[in-house]
T-cell receptor, first 115, second 111 residues
C-alpha cells in the first residue's frame, strides 16, 4: 500500500493524558499537512511541513499541540493534557512539491475520543 | 463571512439525475480549487481540481470555475446511489500553501 498511513486509527484517552499520533506520507512527498475534523465540519488546517521544516502553524492551535517531522519522512502530532474539546478526527495529508498542482492525499485519520 | 461557503444540504436527487454542488469563496487570490468526496466515517478523497475559468470534465464529473464571481461548482451526471456522500470544496491559498475547506454539502442519491 503506497498511500498515506496513520496510526493508531482510534484512540480513547482520559482528560489530562497526553497522546501522540503518527503519519507516514506517500513516499517522496515533500509536503505534509495535519488537519482536525469535527462532525459536520470540513477539515481544519493545523500545521504544514515542507520536508523537515514546519512552515506554518494555525493560530487556532493551542500550545498543547506540537508536531514534528524530524527526518522529513514520517510526522508525529502530540496533544498534551487532552481536553474533551480535543475529541475529533485527526487527518494527515501529503502532497508532492510540484508547480503544476497542489493535490493533497489524505490518510485514513486517527479518531480521538477524550473521556 | 466564512472563507468558503457551501450549502450543507442534504441535496437529494433521484438516480440518473444531475447533481449540482455549489461553493463560494472569499479570497480573490485563490488560483486553484479542489473537490473532495467524503463518505461517512472515512477520510476525504480527491475527485478533481480546477484552476482555469470555465469547465473541466472528468468522467461523470464536471467542475466549473468563475473567478470573477468567486464561485466554483461540481456537477455529477448520471448520479448513482454510490455518489451519496459529503462533497467538500477547498480553495488553495497560494500565500500560505494550504487548502481551506468548506463545511461540505451532503448529497443523497435516491434509487
Amino acid at each position: 500500500d503506497t498511500g498515506v498511513s496513520q496510526n493508531p486509527r482510534h484512540k480513547i484517552t482520559k482528560r489530562g493524558q497526553n497522546v501522540t499520533f503518527r503519519c507516514d506520507p506517500i513516499s517522496e512527498h515533500n509536503r505534509l499537512y495535519w488537519y482536525r475534523q469535527t462532525l459536520g465540519q470540513g477539515p481544519e488546517f493545523l500545521t504544514y511541513f515542507q520536508n523537515e521544516a514546519q512552515l506554518e502553524k494555525s493560530r487556532l492551535l493551542s500550545d498543547r499541540f506540537s508536531a514534528e517531522r524530524p527526518k522529513g519522512s514520517f510526522s508525529t502530532l502530540e496533544i498534551q493534557r487532552t481536553e474533551q474539546g480535543d475529541s475529533a478526527m485527526y487527518l494527515c495529508a501529503s502532497s508532492p512539491e510540484l508547480e503544476s498542482t497542489n493535490e493533497q492525499f489524505f490518510g485514513p485519520g486517527t479518531r480521538l475520543t477524550v473521556l | 463571512q466564512k472563507e468558503v461557503e457551501q450549502n450543507s444540504g442534504p441535496l437529494s436527487v433521484p438516480e440518473g439525475a444531475i447533481a449540482s454542488l455549489n461553493c463560494t469563496y472569499s479570497d480573490r487570490g485563490s488560483q486553484s480549487f479542489f473537490w473532495y468526496r467524503q463518505y461517512s466515517g472515512k477520510s476525504p478523497e480527491l475527485i478533481m481540481f480546477i484552476y482555469s475559468n470555465g469547465d473541466k470534465e472528468d468522467g461523470r464529473f464536471t467542475a466549473q470555475l468563475n473567478k470573477a464571481s468567486q464561485y466554483v461548482s461540481l456537477l455529477i451526471r448520471d448520479s448513482q446511489p454510490s455518489d451519496s456522500a459529503t462533497y467538500l470544496c477547498a480553495p488553495w491559498m497560494d500565500s500560505s500553501y494550504k487548502l481551506i475547506f468548506g463545511s461540505g454539502t451532503r448529497l443523497l442519491v435516491r434509487p
